[in-house]
């Protein structure tokens, strides 16, 4: 299986939110071709839509669309993944590639549903994606190759960023990123609020906050400088900055996101199917 998705057939079963963000994103691209792609939904007035849409084969039936599939990604709900895979599994042969992007599913789940040695990947993406700016965790199944993990990565790439990591950290992957924009929306609101508070318009102190979060995070990425260090460079001697750092100190801000995180890992560990 060669590492990019040139004439490969992909089956994308429950193109809904993610799963739809990652099937636009591919064929806006043109890393897959409308003829060469299909997708499932759960019912036949979102099949139509979609189809007219997306301009590709959109139907209801998961096994009809697994067939002669090269990549069969699966973005149904967790709680009917091991379904799916139960109806697909006739028509899957080890020359094809699952990928799954349901969360809190593990691969040795979908493995033992389906024929011996079929390969498969577990991706945890999370919503800005919607924007190509999102973030993707990558680990494989038993059978699954590093070529598998290659091209894996070459699709998600379109939509962000992706990590390979081992399949023990993905609790944490699902509590850190894939949970973690709603987090970074919180503390962007309440600096829009906090903008508000001392005088600002309320579209004028979003765009600040939004603005600001953005920069920040590309000049951690871009520079690869700690976070601390890039905070103190902001930071000087009896200035704003270190009296409004005290109150986020005494507020145990860094202390609440870690426990938020902690507990998220927790919780999605609770969850996992199989």
């Given at each position: 299986m060669a590492n990019d998705l040139t004439g490969k057939r992909v089956a994308f079963l429950g193109a809904g939110k993610m799963?739809?963000?990652?099937?636009?994103?591919?064929?806006?691209?043109?890393?897959?071709?409308?003829?060469?792609?299909?997708?499932?939904?759960?019912h036949e007035e979102r099949a139509k839509a979609l189809a007219e849409k997306l301009k590709?084969?959109?139907?209801?039936?998961?096994?009809?669309?697994?067939?002669?599939?090269?990549i069969i990604v699966i973005g149904v709900k967790p709680q009917v993944v091991e379904d799916v895979i139960r109806e697909i599994s006739e028509h899957v042969s080890?020359?094809?590639?699952?990928?799954?992007?349901?969360?809190s599913v593990p691969t040795s789940m979908i493995e033992r549903n389906l024929p011996p040695?079929?390969?498969?990947?577990?991706?945890?993406?999370?919503?800005?994606?919607?924007?190509?700016?999102?973030?993707?965790?990558?680990?494989?199944?038993?059978h699954a190759t590093a070529e598998h993990v290659a091209l894996t990565c070459h699709m998600f790439d379109v939509v962000g960023r992706t990590v390979v990591v081992d399949e023990k950290h993905?609790?944490?992957v699902t509590a850190l990123s894939a949970s973690g924009p709603a987090y970074i929306y919180i503390i962007l609101e309440s600096l829009a609020e906090a903008g508000v508070k001392v005088g600002l318009p309320r579209d004028i102190a979003?765009?600040?906050?939004?603005?600001?979060?953005?920069?920040?995070a590309k000049v951690v990425l871009e520079t690869g400088d700690h976070p601390a260090l890039l905070k103190d460079a902001v930071t000087t001697p009896a200035g704003c900055t270190i009296d409004a750092i005290m109150e986020?100190?005494?507020?145990?801000?860094?202390?609440t996101l870690i426990k938020a995180v902690v507990k998220a890992a927790q919780r999605a560990k609770e969850l996992a199917y199989g």
């Amino acid at each position: 299986m060669a590492n990019d998705l040139t004439g490969k057939r992909v089956a994308f079963l429950g193109a809904g939110k993610m799963g739809g963000i990652i099937l636009q994103a591919l064929l806006k691209n043109g890393l897959l071709s409308a003829k060469s792609t299909c997708a499932t939904v759960a019912h036949e007035e979102r099949a139509k839509a979609l189809a007219e849409k997306l301009k590709v084969k959109v139907g209801t039936n998961n096994a009809e669309a697994a067939k002669g599939a090269d990549i069969i990604v699966i973005g149904v709900k967790p709680q009917v993944v091991e379904d799916v895979i139960r109806e697909i599994s006739e028509h899957v042969s080890p020359k094809q590639l699952i990928v799954s992007v349901a969360a809190s599913v593990p691969t040795s789940m979908i493995e033992r549903n389906l024929p011996p040695n079929v390969p498969v990947i577990r991706a945890m993406p999370n919503t800005p994606c919607l924007m190509a700016a999102g973030m993707t965790a990558v680990c494989k199944g038993k059978h699954a190759t590093a070529e598998h993990v290659a091209l894996t990565c070459h699709m998600f790439d379109v939509v962000g960023r992706t990590v390979v990591v081992d399949e023990k950290h993905m609790d944490a992957v699902t509590a850190l990123s894939a949970s973690g924009p709603a987090y970074i929306y919180i503390i962007l609101e309440s600096l829009a609020e906090a903008g508000v508070k001392v005088g600002l318009p309320r579209d004028i102190a979003t765009l600040l906050a939004a603005q600001t979060t953005l920069g920040a995070a590309k000049v951690v990425l871009e520079t690869g400088d700690h976070p601390a260090l890039l905070k103190d460079a902001v930071t000087t001697p009896a200035g704003c900055t270190i009296d409004a750092i005290m109150e986020l100190e005494e507020g145990k801000l860094r202390v609440t996101l870690i426990k938020a995180v902690v507990k998220a890992a927790q919780r999605a560990k609770e969850l996992a199917y199989g």
